[in-house]
Structure formats: structure tokens, C-alpha cells
């Protein structure tokens, strides 16, 4: 497998219920993020993770919850959603962290919240 | 006033046309700047990458930055149906360690044969 997978591509989901969106990179990059677009909307940054590192949460309310465990592999867990939480669900990767470092997408995870 | 501003769209143009795309900005510490290309159903798709001003050229596509004026533009030549898609403006400042890239909204472009 090459670029960015993610999984699964389509999830519908009660605001009861706990899921987890999953990504996995294959391009050797160290940084990976998750991002959410709307309709006619610029994609929202949601979280940013370096060397399996933290380093921005973008103001993300707390019923989204990312783990990474490793360089390559980046999830979102989510619980108690909203239906305004419809959207679709980016995950990209850089070599590194940095404005000079171009992003590659995922074909993303259409959530949909009942 | 949004930091980045791209016309929706659609923009409809007949197959061998020139695709004219652009995107407005007011923030002056952008330096970096990139198109990415969106079809249906996937995710964006890194067309071009440029740093400051110029132009640079790849194929059939050519990006062209105006800081002076805050916009920046996106030509596709002998366009394709296969160019189909929406078009997506992102660009990023120097000062931004941890890769916070701005977004336009994005323009849908229809090629039609």
C-alpha cells in the first residue's frame, strides 16, 4: 500500500455511541493530522502530531480524542457526537512538522451522526 | 473578513479551454503557497507547491504568486474532463512551526467534452 489510508471510508453513528476513525501513512513522514471539511467550507485543522507528539489541538471539543501510537498511525476517537459533527474527516502527513512542508491527504472518513 | 477567500463556483468551461483559478488573501506573512486538486469522494491532492513570488510550471498547470497584491492564481492549458474536480488554495507562513496551513473554501471547475 502507498500514500495515506484511512478507515472506514463511510461510518453513521447515534451520539451515543463510541467509534474510532483510524489512518495509517506509508511515506516515511514523521508528522500526521487530522483535519474536518464541511460543505463549502476550507478545511478545519483539528490536531497535529510530531514524532508521535502532540503539538497543537485546535481548540477541538473534548468528545474528539486523537491517539498516535507511532509515526505511522494516527486515530480519533470519538464519543457523544453532535450533529453538527457531520462532516468529512481528513487525516494527512508531512515529512515533518512546518509551514514549508506540503501535506498529503487521505481520502478522508464520511462520518455521519444520526 | 476571512484570511483566505476562493470563489465557489461551479466554473464551467469547454474541453481545450484555459482553467483560470485564483485565491485572495490578506495575511502578508504567507510565503508558502499550494494548490490542491479535490475530486469527488477523495481526498485533496497536492498539484503545486510554491515559495514568495513567481511563477512556476508543471504540465499543463502553471502557479503564479502576486504578494503585492495578495492573490495568487492557477492556469490549467487544453483542459480535460479528467480536470473535473475542486480546486483547493492553502498557504502557510514562515513563522508557522507546526504546519497551521490556511485553506480557501474551494472552486469546482467542470470541463465539459
Known amino acids: 500500500e502507498t500514500g495515506v489510508t484511512q478507515t472506514p471510508r463511510h461510518l453513521v453513528m447515534g451520539m451515543t455511541n463510541k467509534k474510532s476513525l483510524k489512518c495509517e501513512q506509508h511515506?516515511?513522514?514523521?508528522?500526521m493530522y487530522w483535519y474536518k471539511q464541511s460543505a463549502k467550507k476550507p478545511l478545519e485543522l483539528m490536531f497535529v502530531?510530531?514524532?508521535?507528539?502532540?503539538?497543537e489541538n485546535n481548540s477541538v471539543p473534548s468528545r474528539f480524542s486523537p491517539e498516535c501510537p507511532n509515526s505511522s498511525h494516527l486515530f480519533l476517537h470519538l464519543h457523544t457526537l453532535q450533529p453538527e459533527d457531520s462532516a468529512l474527516y481528513l487525516c494527512?502527513?508531512?515529512?515533518?512538522?512546518?509551514?514549508?512542508?506540503?501535506?498529503?491527504f487521505g481520502d478522508g472518513t464520511r462520518l455521519s451522526i444520526l | 473578513q476571512k484570511e483566505v477567500e476562493q470563489d465557489p463556483g461551479p466554473l464551467s468551461v469547454p474541453e481545450g479551454a484555459i482553467v483560470s483559478l485564483n485565491c485572495t488573501y490578506s495575511?502578508?506573512?504567507?510565503?508558502?503557497f499550494m494548490w490542491y486538486r479535490q475530486y469527488s469522494r477523495k481526498g485533496p491532492e497536492l498539484l503545486m507547491y510554491?515559495?514568495?513570488?513567481g511563477n512556476k510550471e508543471d504540465g499543463r498547470f502553471t502557479a503564479q504568486v502576486d504578494k503585492s497584491s495578495k492573490y495568487i492564481s492557477l492556469f490549467i492549458r487544453d483542459s480535460q474532463p479528467s480536470d473535473s474536480a475542486t480546486y483547493l488554495c492553502?498557504?502557510?507562513?514562515?513563522?508557522?512551526?507546526?504546519?497551521?496551513?490556511?485553506f480557501g473554501a474551494g472552486t469546482q471547475v467542470v470541463v465539459t467534452p
Open positions: 495575511n502578508s506573512a504567507f510565503q508558502y
Open positions: 494527512a502527513s508531512s515529512q515533518r512538522t512546518g509551514s514549508n512542508q506540503p501535506q498529503h
Open positions: 511515506l516515511g513522514h514523521n508528522a
Open positions: 502530531y510530531n514524532f508521535k507528539e502532540q503539538t
Open positions: 510554491t515559495y514568495s513570488s
Open positions: 492553502a498557504m502557510s507562513a514562515e513563522t508557522d512551526s507546526w504546519g497551521k496551513f490556511q
